[in-house]
């Protein structure tokens, strides 16, 4: 995050299901998004496959930037996404396992960093989204237990508890949840779908649980930050066709973010 990057940023910060957000093959919700803002803002995924809170409150410490490093910077962090519980919710034997109060002390020290005034990385203008872990489908996700030799290690009511964990977290800190559990189980029983529907393996987003998490994000978005909405935001350098309308384009090809930097120096 240097100085002179020239475009703003939205960070998505999760686990597996934000790592393959970008598989070309399944259209992820970081894919989505990065698309939507392509030329606005940078999507950037930080995503660790198999990792749970415990692991990623020390991770997210060296992502964010200081106080003292976003006095430098010419951009910002417009928006992050925290998306974990789906390993957190591990049954109990699982070393993925993290117990339900760690998870939400977890949850909460993140949130800390970003909102505590006292933070080294105290960040009032960055806006966060927490998002629930999705369903989980037990059928298809025993049979992929079965075929690597391991135990059901996870089950759809101790998601549901991580989900309503992430919740509780939420509305104590007041922050925003997408809560992408509850909106898969709205589709299953009011369209009558199976989770198979939305769920590649039974744990991780298969397209139409992306589309799904895609369409939720940018709903929260028009709601509560339509400031950064992609349709509220130009691109940060002119259209071509505008362009070749002025009389010396090459005098027009500096990034806003950089030459405003500049005047503060």
């Not at 910077?73 to 417009?78: D, G, L, S, V």
């Not at 987003?205 to 994000?217: A, R, T």
Request: glycine share 4%; hydrophobic share 40%.
């Amino acid at each position: 995050m240097a100085s002179t990057h020239p475009y703003n940023q939205i960070i998505l910060f999760g686990d597996s299901i934000t790592q393959f957000s970008f598989d070309p093959h399944l259209l992820g919700y970081g894919a989505l998004l990065a698309n939507a803002y392509v030329r606005k803002v940078d999507v950037i995924n930080r995503g660790f496959s198999g990792y749970n809170t415990e692991w990623a409150l020390p991770i997210l410490r060296q992502l964010l930037p200081t106080v003292h490093e976003q006095q430098k910077q010419a951009c910002r962090i417009h928006l992050m996404t925290i998306f974990f519980g789906a390993n957190d919710a591990a049954l109990p034997f699982s070393p993925q396992h993290v117990p339900l109060d760690r998870f939400e002390s977890n949850l909460e020290a993140m949130i800390d960093l970003v909102q505590t005034p006292a933070s080294r990385f105290y960040n009032p203008q960055m806006r966060l989204v927490l998002i629930t872990p999705p369903p989980l489908n037990e059928v298809q996700w025993k049979t992929r237990c079965d075929e690597q030799g391991d135990p059901l290690n996870r089950t759809n009511e101790s998601a549901s508890r991580y989900a309503d964990s992430v919740k509780r977290v939420g509305q104590k800190c007041g922050v925003i949840v997408a809560d992408i559990w509850g909106r898969l189980m709205k589709k299953v029983q009011v369209e009558e779908r199976p989770l198979s529907d939305f769920l590649l393996d039974g744990l991780h987003l298969n397209k139409n649980g992306y589309q799904e998490l895609y369409d939720l994000l940018l709903e929260i978005i028009e709601d509560n930050f339509k400031d950064i909405h992609p349709d509220r935001l130009g691109y940060e350098l002119a259209y071509w066709k505008d362009l070749i309308k002025l009389e010396k384009p090459t005098d027009h090809l500096q990034f806003p973010l950089l030459k405003d930097n500049q005047h503060k120096e």
